[in-house]
Structures are given as structure tokens and as C-alpha cells.
């Protein structure tokens, strides 16, 4: 299993952004729920929500509700987190997760920094 992430960047206070993950290594990705988390430097990472196998939405992050927003593209093995509305405490390193067969999985984190 490879989990990649991509979209990171710097941006200013109010802007948007969507982070994506592609999944490889196997198949049936539409079996499995998929996860972001973030950890900003010095904290504790922290589950920022998850999409079921379903498409939908749950445990989702106080901090992030009615901001943060996670799809899932079951054709191209992606998951997306749009991030509308940034605040420079969302600032941190993005994962994406999954769990398969016992196994938690997880990409290489991507860097979203909220700075004006």
C-alpha cells in the first residue's frame, strides 16, 4: 500500500486549498474508509476526518467544521480535503490514512502553512 499526498503550500488567511492522496499497491480502494490527519510542530497529530467506504463524512474535527470538507474519487484510488477559509492554527504537516487487513497505513504527510 503507498498513500501520496500533494497540494500542500503557504497561503495567506481566507484562502483555499485541496489537498489530494492517490493510493496504490492494491486494489478494492472503494472497501475502505480513508482518513486525514495533520500535525502542526509541537502537537500531538490529530484526526482531522474520515470518509467511509460510502462517501460519507465523519469524525470530523471541531476546529475544521463548516471549513474543512473530504471526497473521494473511487475511479482514479483519490481522496481530497478541501480546505476553504484557512486560519494560520490550521497550519501543519497533512496525512492521509488508511487501515487495511490490521495495518494502518500512511503517506508522507504534505506541508499546509497559514501565515499572512
Known amino acids: 500500500v503507498q498513500l501520496v499526498e500533494s497540494g500542500g503550500g503557504t497561503l495567506q488567511p481566507g484562502e483555499s486549498l485541496r489537498l489530494s492522496c492517490a493510493a496504490s499497491g492494491f486494489t478494492t480502494f472503494n472497501w475502505y474508509a480513508m482518513s486525514w490527519y495533520r500535525q502542526a510542530p509541537g502537537k500531538r497529530r490529530e484526526l482531522v476526518m474520515t470518509?467511509?467506504?460510502?462517501?460519507?463524512?465523519?469524525n470530523v474535527a471541531d476546529s475544521v467544521k463548516g471549513r474543512f470538507a473530504i471526497s473521494r474519487d473511487n475511479g482514479r484510488n483519490t481522496v481530497y480535503l478541501q480546505m476553504n477559509n484557512l486560519k494560520p492554527e490550521d497550519t501543519a504537516v497533512y496525512y492521509c490514512?488508511?487501515?487495511?487487513?490490521?495495518?494502518?497505513?500512511w503517506g508522507q504527510g504534505t506541508q499546509v502553512t497559514v501565515s499572512s
Open positions: 470518509i467511509t467506504e460510502g462517501g460519507t463524512t465523519t
Open positions: 490514512s488508511m487501515e487495511r487487513l490490521g495495518t494502518r497505513y
